[in-house]
């Protein structure tokens, strides 16, 4: 990953040209480091269970802001770069750090930073930051043939803090380029969620086909602003009249924005309190409060964050119904997951069709902030989550970064029982990651071992299983390495249940909350189950009939489970193809 930066890394160690010079003076509190001939990074050490110090780069201006960054006070556990400022001199000041703190002498200078891997949990085909923390992916929009990514992002450090938006680029949703900052905080404050529009019209006067990004600044308020780029998403210029939206709102935050024709204005679904509201704008910049959603409606444990607001076909009729997403941290295994809505809207209200109905999209743990891309091409409507959960996301065992997105999931509609649900499939650019296979068929009455599913297994694969049931209650099947670290999955064909528990999967130790079974109703009266299991390292994603249902977790085993036993209890079954990929890149 990255060698050609490495490589000119070791070519320009920082000490090799003798006019740059670090030197640190302190005014009380405060250390000033000043850099001659700066290079384009001071790398900064980080002690990760440290509070945070506060870090500034002077260019003298009303803009500069102050970074949280844990700096090293006794031990360096690794470093990020911290971007200088061009010129002769660069100033930065440093405040709450002990004058003879680790930190300030490791200071280096470098015009490059090594970004190889050096997390053994990092998934093969997952997308994840190159370093440093991540939550939200945000701003997701397809233009010119290339998928945009954004996302919550701290630079300085792989906790939460100084939230950017990092960005990454792809053309197939797998092979993500790693793109720089996109959007820094600014006095408004740290750039929190949103989304990001084509605007194929102008009408914000940016330039036709403009991508504009509107997302939450944090500050001593929540306010929505934007920004947009004429250079498809390579550079980002602020509008110089943000904010565009505020409010008393204490909790008022994740625009998603889009066009609706109906009215020829764009809709702006905001995340305020424990509800969603809807605002609409000719031109992006000048928003009128349409109406609001939420009370009585669904899970409300908590706020609600990350909406989404699209149309999509129903399954087998010629007709549409809309969908409005909605994360929330009170989901049903604790904390974070995504319920969803169906019903109407016509460019000012969104009426449910089933109030009394809470619907989940991802039965897992590790499944938040789900969105969609904007301008998907073939009208597709593809979603990716954010996979970990606030309850343990800055504890997980990884260091040079945290936290993985889920595979990317095409959304449609089905109906069971009158009742329309959502169906995340695994997107079908998923199947080109398919290399070596092995296909086995077989009875299970009692248990069947298999000792090696393939050779050569890194722990990233496919699973695509296809039962047929001949009588058993319990169809199960359990991944273990030598270790005895395992992942045990079953069908209750009595309780009509899919469960996963991932109490013994490996490294659960380090939040309470992690160790976890759990589960989800499948629908009855089938005795053909299917299922997809995509392992990355350190996530198993259970895709039950084509999406109907999801299952998200992430495991911790300190080697790839190899193994699998398939047992049956009370009867038999019959597996009549179970095929494991590997995926590579
Ligand atoms: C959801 C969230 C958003 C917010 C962002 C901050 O995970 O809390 O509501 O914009 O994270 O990073």
Redesign the pocket.
């Known amino acids: 990953m990255n060698t050609k930066l490495f490589l000119a890394a070791l070519a320009l160690s920082s000490t090799t040209a003798s006019a740059q010079t670090i030197k640190t003076t302190f005014a009380g509190d405060t250390a000033i480091v000043t850099v001659t001939n700066p290079t384009k990074y001071l790398i900064l050490p980080i002690e990760e269970n440290r509070p945070e110090a506060q870090v500034l780069l002077d260019n003298g201006k009303k803009t500069d802001t102050w970074m949280d960054v844990r700096l090293a006070v006794s031990k360096t556990d690794y470093s990020v770069p911290f971007e200088l400022s061009k010129g002769k001199k660069a100033v930065v000041k440093i405040v709450g750090l002990a004058k003879d703190a680790q930190a300030l002498k490791e200071l280096k200078l470098s015009d490059t930073f090594d970004t190889r891997n050096t997390d053994y949990y990092r998934p093969v085909y997952h997308h994840t930051p190159l370093y440093g923390w991540m939550?939200?992916p945000n701003g997701m929009v397809y233009k010119d043939g290339e998928y945009h990514l954004f996302y919550?992002y701290n630079p300085y450090g792989s906790k939460?803090g100084n939230?950017n938006w990092g960005h990454a680029i792809s053309k197939d949703l797998v092979n993500w380029e790693h793109r720089p900052v996109a959007i820094a905080p600014d006095a408004f404050g740290t750039i929190?969620?949103g989304s990001a529009v084509i605007d194929h019209h102008n009408t914000a006067g940016f330039g036709a086909g403009a991508i504009v990004a509107i997302y939450?600044q944090?500050g001593d308020r929540q306010v929505q602003s934007i920004a947009y780029s004429t250079d498809n998403g390579r550079t980002f210029t602020k509008y110089e009249n943000n904010p565009v939206l505020v409010s008393e709102a204490r909790d008022f935050?994740?625009p998603k924005v889009f066009w609706y024709e109906g009215t020829k204005r764009w809709i702006m679904v905001l995340?305020v309190g424990q509800e969603m509201q809807f605002f609409s704008s000719p031109n992006l910049k000048d928003w009128t409060f349409e109406s609001s959603f939420g009370k009585g409606h669904g899970a409300h444990g908590n706020v609600w964050?990350?909406p989404d607001l699209f149309e999509l076909p129903v399954e087998g009729t010629n007709e549409k119904k809309w969908v409005l997403l909605c994360?929330l941290g009170d989901g049903p295994f604790g904390d974070s997951a995504t319920q969803y809505f169906v019903g109407s809207f016509n460019g000012k209200e969104f009426v449910n069709e089933s109030p009394s109905k809470t619907k989940w999209m991802d039965w897992g743990k590790d499944h938040?902030?789900t969105v969609t891309w904007s301008d998907a091409p073939d009208n597709r409507r593809i979603a990716i989550a954010?996979m970990s959960n606030?309850q343990y996301a800055n504890d997980v065992p990884t260091s040079q970064y945290r936290s993985p997105n889920s595979v990317p999931r095409d959304l449609s509609l089905f109906t069971v029982d009158g009742e329309t649900y959502l169906q995340s499939a695994p997107s079908p650019e998923l199947l080109a990651l398919r290399d070596a296979s092995k296909k086995r068929s077989f009875k299970v009455n009692g248990t069947r071992t298999i000792k090696e599913m393939i050779s050569g297994n890194d722990g990233a694969y496919e699973i695509e299983l296809t039962i047929e049931n001949q009588h058993a209650d319990v169809i199960g099947f359990r991944l273990y390495n030598d270790k005895g670290e395992e992942v045990d999955m079953q069908y209750d064909m009595k309780e009509k249940k899919f469960s996963m528990d991932r109490r013994k999967s490996g490294d659960v130790g380090f939040n309470e909350n992690f160790p976890m079974l759990t589960w989800t109703a499948i629908e009855s009266g089938k005795d053909e189950l299917k299922l997809r299991l995509f392992v990355d390292k350190s996530s198993v994603e259970a895709f039950g009939d084509g999406g109907r249902f999801v299952m998200t977790n992430q495991v911790f085993p300190s080697e790839p489970y190899t193994h699998i036993d398939f047992y049956s209890k009370g009867g038999a079954y019959k597996v009549d193809s179970f095929v494991i990929y590997k995926l590579k890149k």
Request: with cysteine; proline share 0%; net charge negative.
């Open positions: 939550n939200d919550q939460w939230m929190f969620s939450t944090n935050r994740d995340a964050e990350c994360s938040y902030a954010w606030w």
